[in-house]
């Protein structure tokens, strides 16, 4: 009995100890519990933080981005492309006209030259372009110049081309039009790079080159290297007089054109071309058989224009030559004419313009040219000028040129220049 | 000479085919809207570009070559609002290719719906105001908003021209428009510090990024558009600098920087070179490196 009584009051001591111990594990549990909680709790509420933070960063950024939209008035509402161009696609039924002027002071010391120590509106260009229809475009250049006193107006260019063509390359032209012969004979008098047109061209093709009425088919023909080519060929009327026919001709000329281009990179190109011309001349007509003129012709051009600082450098080299076969009439001991003689003769000019500022260039250029008449008859011509483009549509040229002729005195001449266009003329071919 | 004929029709066979038909060759005027076209277009189109970068786009020459490229394109994409106008006729007209010529599903007028600034409001423009684009001011492109209108242009003239990619291009688009969204919240937060700053420009290709970062133009180094600066003009900005405490000058790459430098030794403002196009610097890229590449010059010049 005592036994069991010490066992109990044993018991309960130790009852309460061990309860202790239970418990205490349990609190201690808890605890770590708890612990982990709260550092879950931590980690929730600092990433929840963070995604809120990020949210009102990116609700002010977009605040920002709105109130700047909303704070700019200068900003034109939304256009609408078919409204904004409306205006223009109305305008643009009438073709776009342009006119411009040529003038210039000119000395020389040839006594009897007609504008000697003169100011001379030397010619106005009226130009007019549309699309005729979806399948071709027109082109219109009237001269207006002043000769003998008087004014005429002529048509220097006027034709069709027709751009879609069922052979893929291929493009044709109808109308009067500056025949396809090496470079310069292209130009109209405003677009020279020069004052004048180099002897080569006057002394062979006329004052500004042989522009005639006649059709025109061009071809890119197509090579594995992507390179442009163009065949062209030509057949116009034999009304120059300088080298073929004159007007009085009922015949026909023909001309064929190849022109090579390539880039040497993406600021230095290099053009090389080859023309031949072949049609009857003077001698050839009514009572004395039909004498034939060909010409033969090269033209190469080299143009550099860096692509960072091209507004303000640039530099062109273009250099052509001309060959000519004429079979002429002569008189002899001034009664009778004798066919078949031919005459060979050639010319060729080589220029050099420098642009050393963005609005001045300065240019040289050599002319050594026989004619096609008279082989014995030379001359050669230094140029040596400067041009000041006031605008694109404006410029001022100064140009010294002396001749030396071996059938007449030397000459030296002097010109100013100034040419202004007004309208949208459409640019000149590279 | 049999030989040589075979040969010759073996050439005229084989270049016919080296362009690929499988993708859409695109021609793109500006390296922008290469950029731009290549973004949406992915591997089915082949992308080129007329002007390059370092050029200045209202200045191009109608080269030959060109027109050898526009001859091979399925697509001829434009900045339009007259930018071209000095070259684009002569290229397509010698290409002889009818199917980028306009009005046609190859010619893309990159403008269409885009916001415009500066449409000219008087009744009459002409070249007394200098080289205004009578249709309004055409650098568009640097607005990065406006690039998401031309990038929708884009996917729909090329969902067009190959209706079994659309999804594709679509898709494309999406995430051009995400991109841009995201950089432009990077943008803007960039250029915040510094909204509201006047700035003088060399030429007003900058009024659309001013305009979209809240900058504000206080002058121009050119008297008017296109017009070279002149030393009366250049006085009348260094006024103008002094009196609004001006403190860059936002100038393009292909500009001679020499009036510039000498404003701003007149001025103590620091001359900011930026390129306007893609490719105008080697960091250019593309179109997100480009705005990248301006903001980052502007913040710091400030």
Redesign the interface.
């Known amino acids: 009995m005592k036994k069991a009584l010490i066992f109990l009051i044993i018991a309960f001591l130790f009852i309460p100890l061990a309860v202790t111990d239970a418990r205490g594990n349990e609190v201690a549990q808890l605890q770590q519990e708890m612990a982990a909680l709260r550092s879950q709790f931590s980690e929730m509420k600092m990433s929840y933080e963070t995604r809120i933070t990020q949210l009102e960063t ?1 609700i002010e ?2 605040q ?2 709105y109130s ?1 939209r909303a ?2 008035p ?8 078919q409204s ?2 409306l205006g ?1 696609y109305f305008q643009s039924f009438n073709p776009d006209v342009s006119v411009i002027g040529d003038f210039t002071y000119h000395t020389t010391d040839k006594k009897n030259e007609e504008f000697r120590n003169q100011f001379q509106m030397r010619q106005t260009e009226l130009a007019f372009s549309a699309s005729v229809d ?1 399948y071709a ?1 027109g082109d219109f250049f009237f001269h207006v110049e002043q000769e003998n006193g008087s004014w005429h107006i002529g048509l220097c260019e006027g034709y069709l ?1 027709l ?2 063509l069922p052979i ?4 044709a032209k109808a109308g009067k039009f500056k025949v396809e012969f090496g470079k310069a004979n292209k130009y109209h008098l405003h677009n020279l790079p020069w004052v004048d047109y180099p002897n080569m061209i006057t002394n062979y093709f006329g004052e500004e080159g042989m522009s005639e009425p006649g059709v025109s088919a061009s071809y ?1 023909i ?3 290297w ?3 080519i ?1 065949l062209t060929g030509q057949v116009v009327n034999n009304s120059n007089g300088a080298s073929f026919a004159g007007s009085d001709s009922k015949d026909l000329v023909y001309l064929g054109h190849l ?1 090579t ?3 040497l990179n ?1 600021e230095s ?1 290099v ?1 090389l071309g080859s023309s031949l011309a072949a049609g009857s001349n003077n001698g050839g007509h009514g009572r004395f058989g039909k004498n034939m003129t060909t010409l033969e012709g090269v033209d190469l051009t080299y143009k550099w ?1 860096p ?6 450098k640039s530099l062109a080299l273009q250099n052509e030559l001309l060959f000519s076969q004429k079979d002429r009439a002569y008189f002899d001991d001034g009664t009778d004419i004798i066919d078949g003689k031919r005459l060979n003769s050639w010319a060729a000019y080589s220029s050099l313009e420098y642009q050393f500022a ?2 001045w260039t300065a240019f040289g250029r050599y002319d050594f040219s026989e004619f096609p008449d008279y082989t014995k008859n030379r001359e050669n011509a230094y140029s040596l000028g400067l041009t000041f483009a006031q ?3 404006c410029l001022w040229r100064l140009q010294f040129k002396r001749t030396n002729r071996n059938f007449d005195k030397d000459e030296n001449v002097v010109w100013l220049q100034c040419d202004f266009g007004l309208g ?1 003329h ?2 000149h ?2 | 000479m049999r030989k040589m004929c075979i040969f010759l029709i073996m050439l005229l066979v084989l270049s016919s085919y080296a362009y690929g038909k499988d993708v859409i060759n695109v021609l793109t005027t500006t390296e922008d809207l290469k950029s731009i076209t290549e973004a949406i277009g992915g591997d089915k189109v082949r992308v080129d570009s007329l002007a390059r970068g370092l050029q200045d786009p209202h200045f191009v020459d109608a080269k030959p070559s060109f027109m050898m490229k526009a001859k091979n394109a399925d697509l001829f994409i434009r900045i339009g609002l007259e930018l071209e106008i000095g070259y684009e006729d002569l290229i397509i007209d010698g290409s002889r290719n009818q199917k980028i010529r306009i009005g046609n599903p190859g010619h893309l007028d990159a403008s269409e719906g885009v916001y415009l600034l500066e449409v000219p409001t008087t009744t009459k423009v002409d070249r007394s105001m200098g080289d205004v684009h009578p249709m309004g001011n055409p650098h568009y492109w640097l607005d990065p908003e406006n690039v998401k209108i031309v990038a929708r242009n884009i996917t729909n003239r090329l969902s067009e021209l190959s209706p079994e990619d659309t999804g594709y291009f679509q898709e494309n688009l999406k995430t051009f428009d995400k991109k841009m969204d995201e950089k432009m919240i990077e943008w803007n937060k960039k250029m915040a510090p510094f909204k509201g700053e006047k700035i003088a420009i060399y030429h007003r290709s900058w009024p659309y990024f001013v305009d979209r970062f809240g900058l504000a133009i206080a002058c121009e180094l050119e008297p008017k558009p296109g017009i070279p600066p002149s030393p009366g003009h250049l006085k009348e900005t260094i006024d103008i600098m002094k009196r609004d405490n001006i403190k860059i000058i936002l100038m393009e790459v292909f500009y001679d920087e020499k009036p510039a430098q000498f404003v701003a030794n007149q001025t103590g403002a620091k001359v900011v070179v930026v390129p306007n196009s893609v490719g105008g610097t080697k960091e250019a890229k593309d179109y997100f490196s480009l705005i990248d590449t301006i903001v980052d010059r502007i913040t710091e010049g400030f």
């Open positions: 990116k950024d977009l920002k981005i700047i704070e700019k200068q900003i034109a509402p939304p256009v609408q492309p904004t161009s223009r979806p475009r081309t751009l879609t893929e390359g291929l493009q890119l197509p090579n594995p992507n390179k442009y163009e022109k281009f390539f880039d993406e190109t053009e224009r692509l960072q600082t091209g507004l303000y963005k609005r605008s694109e549509y949208p459409r640019k071919e590279y």
